[in-house]
């Protein structure tokens, strides 16, 4: 009840666009996710901070005097300003986690990074000198370039026409791009592999497989594009 | 002359049949007709269709279309930001959206009784 009328004011202060002065409710939740668009980011990078005063001066002057006076929103549990946090990491653990058990998430995830690294040490150990620099070593970038050979480019949209559903081929967001990847990741990982190795090992193999440009979640990639190809007759029926 | 004569006239019975015999009484409402907008156009449908092009001539290998696929991701990043900045401009035009409209009507509603 509390929520829905919060919500009201915050979507009445949001709409209404010139009626926008410094507000803030009576009651304020200390973390919460919905906040008056008045309420700025925190700054989390430490880098951010040890910059002197001579950088950028105009546009980051002004970014600066406004941070001095304009509340901001209250930084969420999982961001840190260490050097090893990750934002994707951090969404792909976010993903794997269920029943609010992070904690089995993060060491899902840290064992796997363990498991592609000795992989590819190994792998480094066995080639011969002249190929040594090709293999990459860095968990990291695995990780990084094997979601990003994952993501879509196009994906399709169930769109009523004249009584009939049609599958249409629409442009993705990137936040859904990624979405995508993951979740097939995950999914993937979980149903259509052996059921005796352990999830690290699982996703260890597949991202390996996806960085190299092969495995079933390529391939699921590559079958939506396909069907997108396929439908592209029907690409007018789109309104946006 | 002004609206309320005018109305007088229109509800006046002395010059024979008056013009309008209203059922409800003249008075505005306190809310807004949420009309829904008018259907738009698919954006970026011939980069979607060059890179189709591309896909099927290359059997569907993204290292071959790279020039392609980057030119349909400026294309759609174009679009979203025309749709956030019309949905802006229309406030500038000097039109208001229903739900805006509705939501100061709600919070400046028409007096009922004297003060």
Same mark, same amino acid.
């Given at each position: 009840m509390l929520g829905s009328s919060l919500k009201h004011i915050f979507s009445m202060a949001a709409s209404v666009a010139g009626l926008l002065k410094p507000w803030t409710p009576s009651v304020v939740l200390v973390r919460w996710s919905r906040y008056n668009p008045y309420y700025l980011e925190p700054e989390v990078r430490r880098e951010a901070y040890s910059r002197p005063e001579a950088e950028l001066s105009a546009e980051e002057q002004e970014e600066r005097k406004l941070k001095e006076l304009r509340p901001i929103k209250a930084a969420t549990c999982s961001t840190t300003s260490s050097v090893f946090d990750d934002p994707l990491i951090s969404k792909f653990v976010r993903m794997i986690m269920t029943d609010g058990n992070k904690v089995l998430a993060r060491e899902i995830i840290t064992q796997t990074l363990e498991n592609i690294k000795r992989k590819q040490v190994e792998k480094y150990h066995k080639t011969p000198a002249g190929k040594k620099e090709e293999i990459e070593c860095n968990p990291y970038t695995i990780f990084h370039t094997a979601l990003e050979n994952c993501k879509p480019v196009v994906g399709l949209a169930s769109i009523q026409k004249g009584g009939k559903s049609y599958q249409v081929p629409i442009p993705l967001t990137d936040n859904r791009r990624r979405f995508l990847a993951m979740k097939w990741m995950i999914t993937e990982c979980r149903e259509n592999k052996h059921r005796r190795t352990h999830m690290y090992e699982k996703l260890s193999q597949e991202l390996l497989a996806a960085f190299e440009k092969e495995g079933n979640v390529i391939k699921k990639r590559q079958e939506l594009h396909?069907? *997108?190809? /396929?439908?592209? *007759?029907? /690409?007018?029926?789109?309104w946006w | 002359m002004s609206a309320q004569e005018k109305v007088r006239l229109l509800l006046s019975r002395q010059n024979g049949k008056p013009v309008l015999k209203p059922n409800r009484a003249l008075v505005l409402k306190d809310a807004v007709a949420i009309r829904r907008p008018r259907k738009g156009e698919a954006t970026c449908i011939t980069e979607m269709s060059v890179l189709m092009a591309c896909w099927k001539q290359n059997n569907f290998a993204d290292a071959l279309c790279s020039t392609e696929i980057s030119s349909f991701y400026t294309c759609v990043s174009k679009a979203q930001a025309a749709m956030k900045n019309q949905s802006e401009q229309s406030l500038h035009q000097g039109?208001?959206?229903?739900?805006?409209a509705l939501t100061l009507l709600k919070r400046f509603p028409n007096i009922q009784s004297e003060i």
């Open positions: 396909k069907m *997108a190809e /396929a439908n592209r *007759a029907y /690409a007018h029926y789109r | 039109r208001l959206p229903p739900k805006q």
